[in-house]
């Protein structure tokens, strides 16, 4: 039979990480992108719950969550640390976007890591223009700082994720969903934080990555933008333990769009 609890768990800061358990079998956390909750990955979280003890949490700052005093990239490390040892000492990860980069520091960290799934990392690793602009987090930060979190939004989806101006004024005709964007925008330099030095169109460092030895399956759609899939081939060849797979008729946003399409080859990789 199928359990669902909501519960918290205590990170090293003593902050708490909500998230929602669901089914039975080997533990998967799902680790959320940018400008994103577990509401996001539910109906994912709900495909994968039968064969597997999926952990969906809001990360710190998000949701139900709490938030430490000062942020830093190794608190999130920890808050992950802490579902693993709830999982009962290892575990899976998937992350989508910034979640993934997030996921993959933590195995790189040495954390437990069973299997890795990684949904098109944002690494810029060409000089084509597919980078956020320079001086981005600043620019973010001023605009959070001058209480305007909708156009922090506004300048994230159209600076750093390519999005139509038109495509972000029809969200804003939608008040649910413009509203939790807003809430969320404080986060936004958490997830520019997680991505640190690797925007900025130089081959990745492997080095930095040495410690990412779980099997990993790093995927992207190909109806995304070709930066992702620069990335995603950049990655594999550092990786000891890596391939890339490029899931047909998906976009950037598959993880709360197309969750069917994405749970199948979850399964069979992370079983």
């Known amino acids: 039979m199928r359990t669902t609890t909501t519960t918290t768990v205590i990170s090293r ?52 969550s709490g938030d430490g005093s000062a942020y830093t990239v190794e608190r999130e490390i920890e808050d992950v640390a802490a579902l693993i040892h709830h999982a009962g000492g290892s575990a899976s990860l998937f992350g989508s976007s910034s979640g993934a980069v997030l996921a993959l520091r933590a195995a790189a960290a040495g954390l437990n890591v069973d299997r890795l799934a990684l949904y098109e990392p944002p690494f810029a690793v060409t000089g084509d223009g597919f980078a956020p602009p320079a001086g981005f987090a600043q620019e973010i930060d001023a605009l959070l700082a001058a209480d305007r979190p909708g156009d922090a939004v506004k300048h994230f989806m159209t600076r750093a994720q390519g999005m139509p101006s038109f495509m972000v004024a029809m969200m804003r005709l939608m008040p649910g969903v413009w509203s939790t964007l807003k809430r969320l925008a404080p986060t936004l330099p958490y997830d520019i934080a997680v991505m640190g030095d690797t925007q900025q169109g130089r081959p990745l460092d492997a080095a930095a990555w040495a410690g990412a030895v779980a099997p990993t399956l790093v995927l992207t759609g190909s109806k995304s933008p070709a930066g992702f899939h620069d990335a995603a081939r950049a990655l594999v060849e550092v990786l000891p333990h890596a391939e890339h797979r490029t899931l047909a008729s998906l976009n950037h946003g598959a993880v709360m769009m197309a969750p069917h399409k994405l749970a199948p080859v979850l399964s069979d990789f992370l079983t």
Not at 18 to 25: D, I, W
Not at 32 to 48: C, E, G, P, Q, V
């Open 13 to 64: 800061d003593g902050t708490p990480i909500a998230f929602e358990q669901l089914g039975a079998g080997p533990a998967v956390i799902l680790v959320a992108s940018a400008l994103a909750d577990r509401k996001d990955a539910a109906k994912l979280a709900r495909l994968l719950a039968p064969r597997f003890t999926v952990i969906n949490y809001d990360r710190r700052g998000r949701g139900a």
